[in-house]
């Protein structure tokens, strides 16, 4: 079965019928692309804040965090503390700004990035998990948020304004 993109992101079926699991698939293409981009945001962001709160009490990073980043994780790319810093601040702000749909594409990049990271340095046998979160990453950074997000919000307001 071929499909084409309509102007609402929604396929359409070019061969009618839509193969003998048409009766399954036929009322999915009716899904819109804003509804898995919603859910591909709150799904990435509950992955990633709750990391982020496992490497906190409160508002202080852990020592066992400190330890993880400099004698478990042992990425290349900065000094321990650093690293544990930074992937503790991104996994609390970036979760929350893609809940809002705010910076919505460079917030799934910023975790894709981190996906990356985590494939190839930390746990390269996670690899089912990372390219979940890969492809939830993607489709946002490709897509945007949709409608239900502050980006189209304030999209909408600056097109207004220019």
């Keep these: 079965m071929t499909t084409e993109t309509t102007h609402n992101d929604r396929p359409s079926s070019t061969s009618g ?7 399954i698939t036929g009322p999915l293409t009716c ?3 804003w509804v898995v981009a919603l859910f591909a945001r709150v799904g990435l962001a509950g ?5 982020g709160q496992s490497k906190v009490a409160g508002w202080e990073i852990t ?3 400190y330890f993880l980043f400099q004698e478990e994780y042992k990425v290349p790319l900065l000094p321990p503390d650093l690293a544990a810093q930074t992937a503790t601040l991104a996994e609390h702000v970036f979760p929350v700004l893609l809940v809002l749909g705010l910076a919505t594409r460079l917030s799934a990049l910023g975790l894709l990035g981190m996906t990356v990271v985590i494939q190839i340095f930390v746990y390269p046998n996670s690899w089912p998990d990372h390219a979940l ?12 948020a949709g409608p ?3 980006d189209h919000l304030l999209g909408r307001q600056l097109a207004r304004r220019g």
Excluded: D, I, N
């Excluded at 990453?137 to 897509?143: I, K, N, P, S, T």
């Design 133 to 144: 979160w890969a492809t939830a990453a993607l489709l946002l950074v490709l897509r945007g």
């Design 31 to 33: 899904v819109p692309l």
């Design 148 to 150: 239900v997000s502050l």
């Design 47 to 51: 992955v990633f804040f709750r990391s």
């Design 63 to 65: 020592p066992a965090t």
């Design 17 to 23: 019928a839509g193969g003998p699991l048409g009766w």
